[in-house]
């Protein structure tokens, strides 16, 4: 999925480097894995003082907001069970 996109989009996907992380343009965003087993990206935003989650989906390039968390909300991890 994720190399259609990259056909489709060039520039826009920068890859992957260590550690699951990735850059979106400038953007950098970690992978995780939540209870379902399904990976989401989350983003730092606003000097690392909160966390966008969202899931993206590379084969219709379309981008969910899951959460919008402050960091200590992120860090508690509640947010993985719900999703």
């Known amino acids: ?5 990259q056909r489709k989009h060039p520039g826009r996907f920068r890859g ?3 550690a699951g992380r ?8 970690d992978q995780v894995r ?3 087993g ?3 990206m989350v ?3 606003c000097g690392n003082h ?3 989650v969202c899931a993206i989906h590379y084969n219709t390039g379309k981008v969910f907001l899951l959460r919008f968390l402050t960091h200590a909300e992120y860090d508690q991890d509640r947010w993985k069970n719900e999703l």
């Open 1 to 5: 999925m994720r190399a259609d996109y």
């Open 16 to 18: 992957q480097s260590a």
């Open 22 to 29: 990735h850059r979106f343009d400038g953007l950098a965003a």
């Open 34 to 36: 939540v209870a379902s």
């Open 38 to 40: 399904n990976p989401v």
């Open 43 to 45: 983003f730092n935003i």
């Open 50 to 52: 909160f966390r966008l």
